[in-house]
């Protein structure tokens, strides 16, 4: 599964020591939520981590290339 630079970022922002958490996280900012942009990212981002086991999850390295970011 691949996550955009933008999911990427989120994931990092919140605790992604593991999915289940995550999920959690996600879960719980999303009734305060006012950035519609901000509640459509965190709810895509949502139903992708859902779809993954933990292992698939535990595999991902959240690191963004610099690279990447340079050429948005």
């Not at 949502?46 to 690279?67: G, N």
Request: a negative charge; one cysteine or more.
């Amino acid at each position: 599964m691949r996550f955009t630079i933008e999911e990427m970022s989120l994931i990092q922002a919140l605790n992604h020591t593991c999915r289940r958490m995550l999920i959690f996280e996600i879960r719980a900012s999303l009734p305060d939520m006012e950035d519609r942009e901000l509640k459509e990212l965190c709810e895509k981002t949502l139903r992708k981590v859902l779809t993954m086991s933990d292992d698939e999850f535990a595999a991902i390295d959240f690191t963004v290339d610099e690279e990447e970011e340079a050429n948005e």
